[in-house]
Every structure is written in C-alpha cells, then in structure tokens.
C-alpha cells in the first residue's frame, strides 16, 4: 500500500514554482515528513495534484523537480498525532532544499548532528518555538556554509555556542533569544 500511495505520489504531485513534477527521491522524502507527523495516509495532504495549499499545513516551492523550500505549519500538528522529533532522517533526503522552516511544531529532544552534511544549499534554516527541543547547539551546523539566516529562537537549547558557528561567513541573521546559550559569536 504504501509502495502505491509513493508511486501516485511522485507521478502527479506538482509544487508551486515549477510544472515539473517532484523527482521521485524528492516525493518519497516528502511522503516521509508527511508521515513522521503522524499523516497515514499522505495523499489526503494534496490540493488536487499540487502540495502548495497553506491548508494542508505545509508550503513548498520547487525548481526543476527538487524541493527547494519546505514550511511546516502549527495546523499540521494540529491536524495530525504529532510524533514529537526532529525528522532528522527525512528532511536530510531533501538535499536539494534551501530553506526549512519547522516553526511552532512541538518538536522534541536534541537536534541531531547527521541532518546537516547532505543539506550543502541550505540558506535559510528556522526551528523556532520548540519549546522542548533542548540540549546543545550541534557543532555540524557550521557545515551549512551557504546559511545566510539561522533561526533557532524559543526553544531549550543549552550550553556554549559553537565555535564552528564561525564558519558561517555567509551569515547576515541569526537569532538565538529564547534559549539558555552561553558563549558569543563574534
């Protein structure tokens, strides 16, 4: 079943910005997101065959088949049984994105290290109003060498800021109030 509802789902799922449709590691890793927050069935998450419907509780825009932004939305949670973690796992199959935005999700426990290395576009990374995701800030976000904002308010983090954080040379906004950082980026 699940093999059925990918193959539709790559076949016929559009997202604003392109008329292409989805690369199928691109729609298989979206499946993925979509079903890490709790969705059993995805293909009730499409908005006629396009995935940019605010009202599904998630935006995307593409260019030539890759998903390039991803925004998740508090009425995702809502609408769903959350299963509270970072989604790590599957948002790292989405190698292609430039801008992430998990905003008010409820998510929980530390940000994982292995999310980082594949997501070499990224520019604009936002995890804020998690106010259980804790621990420390993961030294491989200085991986993210494209990062021009990062966004990491009101959630629990601890502990001193990454020195690696310095090799952001991009960086032009970051925020980190909200937290119980210690530590300065100079």
Not at 28 to 33: E, H, K, M, N
Not at 51 to 73: H, M, Q
Request: hydrophobic share 45%.
């Amino acid at each position: 079943y699940i093999s059925l509802v990918l193959v539709l789902f790559a076949s016929f799922v559009y997202a604003a910005g392109d008329d292409r449709p989805l690369v199928e590691t691109d729609a298989t890793a979206l499946v993925r997101v979509l079903e890490s927050l709790g969705c059993d069935d995805c293909t009730l998450w499409l908005n006629g065959s396009r995935v940019c419907s605010d009202d599904a509780g998630f935006a995307l825009e593409c260019t030539a088949g890759r998903v390039r932004k991803l925004i998740l939305y508090p009425s995702l949670v809502m609408q769903s049984e959350l299963r509270h973690h970072f989604l790590a796992t599957e948002l790292a199959l989405l190698d292609a994105l430039e801008h992430i935005s998990l905003h008010d999700l409820g998510l929980e426990g530390t940000m994982p290290k292995s999310i980082f290395a594949p997501l070499k576009s990224l520019r604009e990374l936002r995890v804020e109003l998690n106010p259980q995701l804790s621990g420390t800030l993961p030294s491989q976000l200085g991986l993210l060498t494209s990062l021009t904002t990062l966004v990491l308010s009101g959630n629990a983090f601890s502990g001193d800021m990454p020195v690696e954080l310095m090799q952001l040379t991009q960086l032009t906004a970051l925020a980190v109030h909200g937290n119980r950082l210690t530590g300065s980026v100079v």
